[in-house]
């Protein structure tokens, strides 16, 4: 039994998978600290998204875990036998020129389902110079789920879960607490919004 992983959570079961990731994991010198929240249904945030080493770490992160979850992911990567190793741990191919769709279709998935883990990126790109954009918030609005708040923090090599929101329908202050809580957090590389913030 994972201590991180609540026992409600569905598992991937893949044990070959999760031997790579912690033997990744230790190799490399990262760790994860907190732990998933017992709730049948929740967007994980994760942030800031700086660089590609991202996912290396998320992807080594979800092996470790052996949880089922799903993430979202530019379109463009879906392609081949790539592709279809993104599906198959999970991977859902979103063309960002279709913002509207993306959110209605999630909160569609959220209602048809028991159970559902979504992580989400909610600035939708590596540039160092753009913010959080706010789907991921219409997201958890129009699905009546939590946003649970997570980072990689290259500066200390840790994986962190940090405080479950329950958001309030109001984006401006939500946003505005979510970007406080990650204004510290050293992805691989600074972002402009991080230096820039002023809390209100």
Same mark, same amino acid.
């Given at each position: 039994?994972?201590p991180?992983?609540?026992?409600s959570?569905?598992?991937?079961n893949?044990?070959v998978?999760?031997?790579?990731?912690r033997?990744l994991?230790?190799?490399?010198?990262?760790?994860?600290?907190?732990?998933l929240?017992?709730?049948?249904?929740?967007?994980?945030a994760?942030?800031?998204?700086?660089?590609?080493?991202?996912?290396?770490?998320?992807?080594?992160?979800l &092996?470790?875990?052996d949880? %089922?979850?799903?993430?979202? +992911?530019?379109?463009?990567?879906?392609? @081949?036998w790539?592709? /279809?190793?993104?599906?198959?741990i999970g991977?859902i191919?979103?063309?960002?020129?279709?913002?509207?769709?993306v959110?209605?279709e999630?909160v569609?998935?959220?209602n048809?389902a028991d159970k559902?883990?979504?992580?989400?990126?909610?600035?939708?790109t590596?540039?160092?110079?753009?913010?959080?954009?706010?789907?991921?918030?219409?997201?958890a609005y129009g699905?009546?789920?939590?946003?649970?708040?997570?980072? &990689?923090?290259?500066?200390? %090599?840790?994986?962190g879960? +940090?405080?479950?929101?329950?958001p309030? @329908?109001?984006?401006? /202050?939500?946003?505005?607490?979510?970007l406080?809580?990650?204004q510290?957090?050293?992805?691989k590389?600074r972002?402009?919004?991080?230096?820039?913030?002023?809390a209100?």
């Amino acid at each position: 039994m994972n201590p991180l992983v609540p026992a409600s959570y569905v598992r991937r079961n893949a044990p070959v998978a999760n031997f790579i990731g912690r033997t990744l994991m230790r190799l490399s010198g990262w760790r994860i600290e907190g732990s998933l929240p017992d709730v049948p249904k929740v967007i994980i945030a994760v942030a800031p998204h700086t660089s590609n080493w991202d996912f290396v770490v998320g992807v080594m992160t979800l &092996f470790v875990l052996d949880v %089922k979850l799903s993430f979202l +992911g530019k379109h463009t990567l879906f392609k @081949g036998w790539f592709g /279809k190793w993104m599906r198959s741990i999970g991977g859902i191919p979103v063309d960002r020129s279709q913002p509207n769709g993306v959110v209605g279709e999630t909160v569609a998935a959220f209602n048809r389902a028991d159970k559902l883990v979504l992580a989400v990126a909610p600035e939708g790109t590596r540039q160092l110079d753009r913010g959080f954009k706010t789907g991921f918030l219409h997201m958890a609005y129009g699905a009546k789920v939590p946003v649970l708040l997570a980072y &990689f923090d290259f500066s200390r %090599k840790v994986i962190g879960f +940090g405080p479950l929101i329950q958001p309030s @329908g109001d984006a401006e /202050k939500d946003l505005q607490e979510i970007l406080a809580y990650f204004q510290p957090i050293r992805g691989k590389y600074r972002k402009v919004w991080q230096e820039s913030f002023v809390a209100k």
